[in-house]
């Protein structure tokens, strides 16, 4: 069965500093892979998405994404954070022909920013 | 704004009640997805619908069902409430296919008192 492992459900960085939220999956069959971000009383937003094409991937607010396959990973990284980055961050996976093309999310990684 | 829209936003009710949460699709996706997300199971996947047609249930328990309309839009009921359905319960839609990006409402809150 496929699934998504995320490291560290609690990280603190520096404004300034490097984020880097790990996700690891398992995936029998190629996988599409997603981050979404949550802010405090809100939906998830998509960050952004690999489904085979670049393996590096860029997102929205400076994010970016490196699909390795040898690895099974999927980090997330912004070389600088910002204050409105402290959200929590959900790597998810599914792939095609998943049963109801189901998402299947990892616990997710709760990033505080410290001034 | 993803585009997605739910109602209501919050929810509060009693052990034993049945409420049913809503949820409109972007304009020109035909999929819609139900999510539960919540303290201890994290967001789970609960029941996908395509252009009217269950395609796949998740974890969804037996008390709980989902319909799609001929307007697309989504209905989730949740019946014989227990203290542990209080949880955030998401929908998503995207076009169709498993690697279209699902947008996500912004959840309806559903308190079990």
Known sequence: AQSVTQLGSHVSVSEGALVLLRCNY??????????????????????????SAATLVKGINGFEAEFKKSETSFHLTK???????????????????AAGNKLTFGGGTRVLVKP | DSGVTQTPKHLITATGQRVTLRCSPRSGDLSVYWYQQSLDQGLQFLIHYYNGEERAKGNILERFSAQQFPDLHSELNLSSLELGDSALYFCASSQATGEDTQYFGPGTRLTVL
């Open chain 1, 26 to 51: 398992s995936s029998s069959v190629p996988p599409y892979l997603f981050w979404y971000v949550q802010y405090p009383n809100q939906g998830l937003q998509l960050l952004l998405k690999y489904t």
């Open chain 1, 79 to 97: 070389p600088s954070a910002h204050m409105s980055d402290a959200a929590e961050y959900f790597c998810a996976v599914t792939w095609e022909g």
